[in-house]
């Protein structure tokens, strides 16, 4: 018996490739640890520096903040 489809089915009747299942349990999982990930290295920056660069720290930026309003021009009482 010849078969109408002797050298496979034409163009359009052929199925299209399968896709890569995955599971979406281990895909939520793995998107959460990544987030939690990002957490914790935001934590580690902001709560791992030691305390005697936190105080030096603030103690430029005030002192930076200090020097600028020094510099600041104020309007008088004559100035319009």
Request: proline share 5%; aromatic share 2%; charged share 40%.
């Amino acid at each position: 018996m010849s078969s109408a489809w002797s050298n496979g089915p034409p163009m359009g009747a052929r199925r299209p490739k399968m896709v890569e299942i995955i599971n979406l349990r281990r895909a939520r999982k793995a998107k959460e640890r990544t987030e939690k990930e990002k957490t914790a290295e935001a934590n580690r920056v902001l709560h791992g520096t030691p305390k005697h660069v936190r105080k030096l720290s603030d103690a430029r930026k005030d002192k930076a903040e200090q020097r600028l309003s020094e510099h600041r021009l104020d309007k008088g009482e004559d100035d319009n």
